[in-house]
């Protein structure tokens, strides 16, 4: 199935997201139709509270970023064990925020440390435009989402933004 896509500013994209215990069928059919609804939007990287639910995972579309996986990787209740001292800015976008793009400042590489499908860890040192999504994502486990991070000289702009999508929607 294909999940509706929780929109900023609904609560439940701040709320809190408990560990994952249960490693079980359900669990991995909820993360084939959260594969389902991440390609449907066209997106990069998907949490779970994005689609309802608040749970401490996500999911990366790593098709063009990787060539030795699958089409995509689970992060299971994910840890970042690393970041880089570099920085880089570049521009960013969310599915539940649609048509909204802002400069946002990451760390350049990162090691995460995750569960997978069957509750096996594993680490995985990420750089560039994997990290970026990693850090944009893990962020959502935490109720932070990127035009929290905006940078100053870009607030006025996105205010101004947010203001008409709220209007356009309305
Ligand atoms: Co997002």
Excluded: W
């Amino acid at each position: 199935m294909i999940y509706p896509i929780v929109k900023y500013p609904n609560p439940i994209l701040r709320k809190k997201n408990v560990l994952v215990k249960h490693f079980d069928d359900e669990l991995k059919t909820l993360i084939q139709n959260m594969f389902k609804t991440m390609l449907q939007a066209d997106g990069i990287g998907l949490a779970a509270p994005q689609i309802g639910k608040n749970i401490r995972l996500f999911i990366v579309n790593t098709k063009d970023l990787l060539t030795d996986t699958d089409d995509f990787q689970v992060f299971i209740n994910p840890v970042i064990t690393f970041t880089s001292q570099e920085t880089a800015i570049d521009e960013e976008g969310c599915l539940s925020i649609p048509k909204i793009y802002t400069p946002v400042k990451r760390h350049v590489s990162v090691i995460i440390k995750a569960q997978d499908v069957n509750g096996k860890e594993f680490v995985q040192k990420a750089d560039k435009l994997l990290a970026r999504i990693i850090q944009h994502e893990f962020d959502h486990l935490n109720g932070v989402l990127f035009i929290d991070k905006v940078l100053a000289l870009n607030k006025k702009t996105l205010e101004f933004d947010l203001k008409k999508r709220s209007k356009d929607d309305a």
